[in-house]
């Protein structure tokens, strides 16, 4: 009886050791399909774009200085405040050059009394030259006093107009609207239009902004065969958020920059609410229209040391790793323009944990 029992003992753990490594050889011979979602992808109208770091500027940027000499008495704008055109912002001592006005118009009515009676002289001896009282060179040399008489009083009246706009020169004004800048000089200073003292401050207008920002040679010919200001411009802020207003292009360069091999653009984009600084760095969406392309969702894409990657769901129903050449995005996917071709399936999600040659069981994106 003992070996009976001791027999059917052995004969039962050969049987459950024997099914365990049934199992586990099935376990190795057929892994369980890696459930994911895949998107069977297909050429679709998709714009053309190009990126590029811009740099905001004024769309006009102006130097304020001094245009005569004289110590600068007041300044009447506060640092950073937007102005109109016309608009005072410093003033230059006025008592010099009031002065100087008062001795040209004073200059100028010497020389008008001296033509009234160079005039009165030449009409009384042209009088007695045609009665032959007196020679007709007396009467020539009264005509010619004259003449020069008059001719002073023209220098006279210019020296006026020079002193009048001397003493305008006092008030120095806006030239244009803008923001104003830091004052370079302080008050009770000596200025000088003859040196760099001159420099008072700078006003620059931000409404609208220019943007300058370059396309590299390749990108600049594909737009070559449109119109610049057909292009559509769009601005991104520093923080991500896209800014509101379109921009447009206002100038595009002739030629290629032999250092950077790039072409320099500058837009112009409205600024009202000023949200938009000079100097501020942006990032340009340059849109030339649309073409033919295959889009993926930017989640699909993954990077290696070899570039990026998707991955495929064959007909065999495995994992396949198929290297892509991406290009720019359109909302949020990505536009793959070379790698793929119409009819993969792509897949969407549990992509970490794939192997190339791993079973998936696909299920198409709602």
């Known amino acids: 009886m003992r070996l009976v029992a001791l027999a059917l003992t052995l004969l039962v753990a050969a049987c459950s050791q024997g099914d365990a490594k049934q199992k586990k050889d099935d376990a190795k011979a057929a892994p369980a399909a890696l459930p994911v979602t895949v998107v069977e992808v297909a050429p679709q109208q998709v714009p053309v774009t190009f990126e590029a770091v811009g740099r905001t500027e004024g769309s006009r940027e102006v130097q304020v200085r001094a245009r005569v000499m004289g110590i600068l008495e007041k300044q009447l704008y506060t640092e950073g405040d937007s102005v109109q055109a016309g608009t005072v912002l410093f003033q230059i001592e006025r008592a010099p050059f009031e002065i100087e006005l008062a001795q040209a118009r004073g200059t100028l009515a010497q020389e008008i009394a001296r033509q009234e009676l160079a005039g009165k002289e030449a009409e009384r001896l042209k009088t007695l030259a045609d009665r032959r009282a007196i ?61 760099e003292s001159a420099m008072l401050t700078t006003l620059t207008r931000g409404d609208p902004l220019w943007v300058r920002f370059s396309l590299s040679e390749a990108e600049f010919a594909t737009l070559r065969g449109n119109d610049p200001k057909a292009l559509e411009i769009r601005l991104e802020m520093a923080d991500g958020r896209p800014y509101p207003e379109a ?31 000079p100097g501020q760095f942006v990032r340009v969406r340059v849109i030339a229209g649309t073409q033919q392309a295959i889009v993926v969702p930017q989640t699909a894409v993954l990077q290696n040391e070899g570039g990026r990657f998707v ?27 070379d790698g793929l071709k119409p009819g993969e399936q792509v897949i969407l999600d549990n992509v970490v944990r794939l192997r190339p040659g791993a079973p998936v069981a696909a299920k198409k994106a709602s």
């Open 135 to 195: 020679s007709q060179k007396e009467a020539d040399q009264a005509t010619s006093a004259l003449s020069q008489q008059s001719a002073a009083v023209q220098v006279a009246r210019a020296r006026v107009r020079q002193a009048e706009l001397n003493l305008s020169y006092t008030t120095v004004s806006a030239p244009i609207g803008g923001i104003t800048g830091r004052a370079q000089q302080s008050i009770g200073s000596l200025v000088s239009p003859t040196n």
């Open 247 to 277: 921009a447009r292009v206002n100038f595009s360069g002739s030629t290629v920059d032999a250092a950077t091999g790039t072409v320099q653009m500058r837009a112009e984009v409205p600024n009202p609410e000023l949200a938009l600084l």
């Open 311 to 337: 991955w495929v769901a064959n007909a065999e129903g495995k994992a396949v790793q198929r290297p892509i050449r991406a290009g720019g995005w359109v909302g949020k996917d990505w536009i793959v323009l």
